[in-house]
């Protein structure tokens, strides 16, 4: 099965939907991986990276997605990456999907299964794919250290 991993288009979007590490454990799983060029320069992972893990380097979307199974995103698709999916393709993002009723039912007509990950239950079971918690955490990380950067003087660690 062949899984894509596309260069995130949304502006403001730095992250991308696996890690070289991540792609190294699905290629062990026997999946074939293919990442856009460049997708994870925003999140400081190099396409010699993914290379190095085993992913293949496209040149761009459409080449990462040509016969893809499976695609992982960080955000929604925006159109134009819905039409370079195949019917019957996987894709597995966080979508927005109870805000967003009119682009999960484009991708339903466009014959995609759809996996919104934001609803992954928040249990046990499913920690490892809870994407909430997890963002979440870094989010409240950074904010700390952007605080810190503003606040311009020294302050406890007890803060």
Do not use: C, H, W
């Not at 299964?113 to 249990?123: G, N, Y």
């Amino acid at each position: 099965m062949k899984i894509a991993v596309p260069k995130e288009r949304r502006e403001n979007e730095t992250r991308v939907a696996v890690s070289p590490e991540v792609v190294k454990k699905l290629i062990e799983l026997g999946f074939q991986v293919v990442v856009q060029k460049d997708a994870g320069q925003g999140a400081s992972f190099t396409d010699a990276a993914f290379g190095d893990a085993g992913a293949a380097i496209a040149k761009d979307a459409q080449a990462a997605m040509k016969g893809a199974d499976i695609v992982f995103k960080v955000q929604p698709p925006l159109p134009a990456e819905v039409s370079l999916m195949k019917k019957g393709t996987i894709l597995i993002a966080a979508l927005g999907a109870l805000s967003n009723p009119k682009e999960m039912q484009a991708l339903a007509r466009a014959g995609l299964t759809s996996f919104a990950m934001e609803l992954m239950p928040r249990i046990t079971r499913a920690q490892s794919m809870d994407i909430l918690s997890s963002q979440s955490n870094l989010a409240g990380y950074k904010a700390v250290l952007d605080a810190a950067s503003e606040f311009g003087r020294a302050f406890p660690m007890m803060m």
